[in-house]
């Protein structure tokens, strides 16, 4: 069974807000199940210690966090990444589903935006 929730941080930043939003909840409900969260990227670590309450709170058997990126240079709290794809440098990346404020995500590749996309130089 395949279900979503939407969480962000970003907004149109580059950097997390630290203030995690939920955008879109479970069609179902996750009680007593086995959850394996996906994530494109992990950064800070803070949405995934939302989603890791979101699920405990909701009574899970178990969870565990698979990403394709993981900045640990940039972790704030401890978090166990139980499958990770590769280890991503602190620099900001876009594409293949991940954006800079709704662009880029369409990108066939995962790149990092130049500091002058963002910065207004």
Do not use: W
Request: with cysteine; aromatic share 12%; net charge positive.
């Amino acid at each position: 069974k395949i279900d979503f929730i939407e969480v962000s941080s970003y907004g149109s930043g580059t950097t997390s807000s630290g203030n995690v939003k939920l955008k879109k909840d479970l069609s179902s409900d996750p009680n007593n199940q086995h959850i394996l969260i996906t994530e494109d990227l992990i950064d800070t670590g803070r949405t995934l210690k939302f989603i890791s309450k979101y699920f405990t709170d909701k009574k899970c058997s178990s969870f565990k966090i698979a990403c394709l990126l993981s900045k640990k240079a940039r972790r704030v709290n401890d978090l166990k990444v139980d499958y990770c794809g590769f280890d991503c440098p602190d620099e900001f990346v876009v594409g293949y589903g991940m954006d800079f404020a709704g662009n880029y995500r369409c990108l066939p590749f995962v790149g990092v935006l130049k500091e002058e996309a963002f910065s207004g130089k």
